[in-house]
T-cell receptor
Framework: DAGVTQSPTHLIKTRGQQVTLRCSPISGHKSVSWYQQVLGQGPQFIFQYYEKEERGRGNFPDRFSARQFPNYSSELNVNALLLGDSALYLC????????????FGSGTRLTVV | RKEVEQDPGPFNVPEGATVAFNCTYSNSASQSFFWYRQDCRKEPKLLMSVYSSGNEDGRFTAQLNRASQYISLLIRDSKLSDSATYLCVVTLDSSYKLIFGSGTRLLVRP
């Protein structure tokens, strides 16, 4: 069975540009969460979606947005990119809205130049 | 003050050594506790949950002290393959948000 898949794996963008990251959860999982991991730090929570509804939002500016589709896949959008947005973006899926049984994808490494 | 604090290390130990990591959390309302392992440039993977009674999984033992708000991880008989960053994680309730520490790096040398 496929795990959590994220695309693209690597991305280089210029300051001010916009980026869309994609995540496909494990089959049957209805919850998707997004985390940002800056080098040398632990992952920071950005969003959680469950059954296509936003269930939680972390302390990130409005430049960050996300959505979940009927097939439970998800997109994370970041507008007006800043150098500080350079990070590993991780998607995690779970069968429920709880924090148990989360599986992380291998991430998208975003570099903003 | 960070919500979850860990010694960044690195801890450099020989194979076969016993090594312990501690983690402190600031919110006394924290409900669930975990240790995750993250290899270099890879995603975090759940190592074990942490219970108040303490729990063991092979060479790994986790302890929780709610009164002092700290969590520990003990690794016995270290293997080269244990080299990784160990992330302490707490949640405030049974919902969605995992709160990660910055991680403790372990290097096991031959």
């Amino acid at each position: 069975d496929a795990g959590v898949t994220q695309s693209p794996t690597h991305l280089i963008k210029t300051r001010g540009q916009q980026v869309t990251l994609r995540c496909s959860p494990i089959s049957g999982h209805k919850s998707v969460s997004w985390y940002q991991q800056v080098l040398g730090q632990g992952p920071q929570f950005i969003f959680q979606y469950y059954e296509k509804e936003e269930r939680g939002r972390g302390n990130f500016p409005d430049r960050f947005s996300a959505r979940q589709f009927p097939n439970y896949s998800s997109e994370l959008n970041v507008n007006a990119l800043l150098l500080g947005d350079s990070a590993l973006y991780l998607c995690a899926s779970s069968g429920t809205a709880s924090n148990y049984g989360y599986t992380f994808g291998s991430g998208t490494r975003l570099t903003v130049v | 003050r960070k919500e979850v604090e860990q010694d960044p290390g690195p801890f450099n130990v020989p194979e076969g050594a016993t090594v312990a990591f501690n983690c402190t959390y600031s919110n006394s309302a924290s409900q669930s506790f975990f240790w995750y392992r993250q290899d270099c440039r890879k995603e975090p993977k759940l190592l074990m949950s942490v219970y108040s009674s303490g729990n063991e999984d092979g060479r790994f033992t986790a302890q929780l002290n709610r009164a002092s708000q700290y969590i520990s991880l003990l690794i016995r008989d270290s293997k080269l393959s244990d080299s990784a960053t160990y992330l302490c994680v707490v949640t405030l309730d049974s919902s969605y948000k995992l709160i990660f520490g910055s991680g403790t790096r372990l290097l096991v040398r031959p």
